[in-house]
């Protein structure tokens, strides 16, 4: 039997959302208006919320001091490269876990996830080193690789679950119908899981752009995406709220607009499997 | 031409045998039907002569070659699923044009097949729907659309009907046997629907745990069930199985008497019970009977007849029409 919802509850069920969205929204609009004001206002006390002389000038300043263009290509290159190079491990893997698993399966998917729960400090050392042996520090090919090595669990666990959607009957059906295992692929299965690669693209993304840790340690200046640029205003000097959130707005605007405009594809995305 | 023979075809999954080795003949263009109850194996046989699955041993030979390594794509059969298996995202026309464009038919010709199927089907008002919109008499038919175009050696449908209400499945079955007279193609049918075994096939193949139990023509295994299997599944309701002193009377380990082989009596037969149930459907009436000497009978009269809960009857089963079976299970001759 469907819950009764009266108008009542619906209205303190609306009240609590809209208060916990609110406050998970709190810190983004707090940047967002610290932007604008002067770095005395910005560390007033009692802080001014909306009351206050907006200004640009933190935003000239930033634009002045650093090359922000650089910084979002580098994003840009970063987080699109290494989601392309995750997926084009990840399809494939995924395929074959979802479409001819075997006894291990399971195993390899659980074992894939925990190398997720491992802190990555553990393994900076030994990275680190790798890429300055390599020559890869400082440069994009080397943050595209382990950008791409790091979600590499998660694609393939959102594909794998998308995959194992489909039904196998389908593929069955294909494959009486006279397709080889590259028409299955190109006209039965890459269609029905378009929607499900598009959202883990976006997902994949947006973590590659807010992926701190690695950029902040294997980049200095020619590779250092968004990051880093905000990293960079918060300086042993001292601390440039105003700038710093300027830079941090600019930082988050690209993924913001994204993840706006592809709300319903993220959502699915990530309770993809949760229920039927 | 679409003749299939099995010699000695074995399937195991992790080492559980669930055909322990089968061997049947199936003749171009016969009607054949596998029966049998859930998880008998009737699904995992069709699977292998489709290629959906490799045989762990034996051969496959379609239309005298050997087919057991072919892939499903080269073995020349169609497939219609339980779950219809169509592709969500394409068109009707698209559906059913998928393996003519897999076989690299030109368009006109895939054109004027597509079409020619569609109207055989009835389909031809939804050949731009998307599966999603149609019913699903509709889908099943897409399914056996798709099937159709590729004019295979033979059809292979796995419960085609089950997910169908009764009233659908009833003229799909005709549909079905209506169009394997039309093309005359060697038709397999899985079912675990006597009903629709019995009213379709030529030959019917009664499966039981991975082995066949009998291979005949539906009034052959209704008139002559080689084992008690065979005679408690074939027929509608099902044979009464009785033992005791009844069954020893007939000198028999277990007699058998179909519901629709007794005569009834208020006055006088040769087992006498009471009613429990009575069931009156107008063209018959099915009586439960608790009988004396012979436990719980079924019997079926045509028409009506005036008997409730409570009443006593008699019972004589028809002369000639009482299946004996052994201490094995075999029938007896």
Redesign the interface.
């Known amino acids: 039997m469907a819950r009764a919802h009266t108008p009542a509850r619906k209205a303190a069920i609306s009240a609590v959302a809209w208060t916990v969205a609110l406050l998970i929204f709190f810190p983004i609009l707090w940047t967002v208006l610290t932007s604008f004001k002067t770095e005395g206002q910005a560390v007033s006390t009692p802080p001014v919320f909306v009351f206050f002389d907006w200004t640009w000038e933190n935003y000239a300043t930033v634009q002045e001091r650093s090359n922000y263009a650089r910084h979002a290509m580098n994003s840009v290159v970063i987080s699109v490269g290494s989601t392309l190079l995750a997926l084009l491990i990840a399809v494939p893997a995924a395929w074959s876990m979802a479409f001819s698993p075997t006894k291990h399966t399971k195993n390899i998917l659980m074992w894939m996830l925990s190398t997720k729960m491992m802190p990555a400090v553990g393994v900076l050392v030994p990275i680190y080193l790798l890429f300055r042996d390599w020559g890869l520090l400082d440069t994009l090919g080397g943050l595209v690789a382990v950008m791409a090595l790091i979600n590499l669990p998660i694609v393939v666990w959102m594909l794998y679950t998308y995959f194992k959607e489909i039904?196998g009957?389908?593929l069955?059906?294909?494959?009486?119908?006279?397709?080889?295992l590259s028409?299955e692929i190109i006209?039965?299965l890459a269609?029905?899981a378009v929607p499900g690669i598009a959202s883990t693209m976006l997902l994949n993304v947006i973590l590659a752009w807010n992926e701190a840790f690695w950029t902040l340690n294997l980049t200095a200046a020619k590779a250092a995406p968004l990051t880093a640029f905000i990293a960079s205003y918060s300086s042993p000097e001292g601390l440039f709220w105003a700038k710093l959130s300027a830079a941090s707005t600019m930082a988050i605007l690209p993924i913001l607009v994204l993840g706006w405009f592809s709300q319903k594809q993220l959502v699915r995305g990530l309770t993809f499997g949760a229920v039927k | 031409m679409g003749a299939i023979a099995l010699q000695g075809v074995k399937k195991s999954f992790g080492g559980v045998a669930v055909i322990p080795g089968v061997d049947l003949e199936i003749e171009n263009g016969e009607f054949v039907v596998f029966v049998g109850p859930s998880g008998c194996g009737k699904s995992t046989l069709l699977r292998l002569i489709?290629g959906?699955e490799d045989a762990s041993g034996g051969m496959i030979r379609i239309n005298g070659k050997d087919a057991t390594a072919l892939?499903?794509?080269r073995r020349g059969?169609?497939?219609v699923?339980?779950?219809y298996?169509?592709?969500?995202?394409m068109s009707v026309y698209r559906n059913i044009a998928?393996?003519l464009k897999?076989?690299g038919v030109d368009k006109a010709e895939i054109d004027r097949k597509v079409r020619g199927a569609a109207a055989t089907l009835n389909l031809t008002d939804y050949l731009d729907r998307r599966p999603g919109q149609l019913s699903g008499g509709q889908r099943q038919r897409v399914a056996i659309g798709?099937a159709i175009v590729?004019e295979p050696a033979a059809f292979l449908f796995d419960e085609p009907l089950s997910n169908l209400d009764a009233a659908l499945r009833v003229s799909m079955r005709l549909e079905i046997s209506e169009l394997h007279q039309k093309l005359g193609a060697t038709m397999v049918y899985v079912t675990h629907d006597q009903v629709e075994a019995m009213t379709m096939a030529d030959k019917i193949v009664v499966l039981n745990r991975g082995a066949i139990e009998q291979v005949g023509s539906p009034l052959e295994l209704y008139r002559s069930p080689a084992n008690l299997f065979v005679a408690a599944f074939i027929g509608s309701p099902k044979m009464n199985l009785i033992e005791g002193a009844a069954a020893a009377a007939h000198g028999a380990n277990t007699i058998g008497v179909r519901p629709e082989h007794l005569t009834l009596s208020r006055e006088a037969g040769d087992w006498k019970g009471v009613v429990t149930i009575a069931e009156h459907l107008g063209s018959d009436t099915f009586l439960h009977v608790e009988g004396e000497g012979v436990g719980a009978v079924t019997a079926r009269v045509s028409g009506e007849f005036g008997a409730g809960p409570g009443d006593t009857v008699h019972m004589t089963p028809e002369a000639g029409r009482v299946y004996r079976f052994g201490a094995d299970g075999k029938a007896m001759a």
């Open positions: 039904p009957e389908i069955e059906a294909a494959r009486m119908d006279g397709a080889g028409a006209h039965v269609p029905m | 489709a959906l892939p499903p794509a059969l169609a497939m699923f339980q779950s298996a169509l592709y969500p995202h998928f393996p897999m076989a798709r590729r």
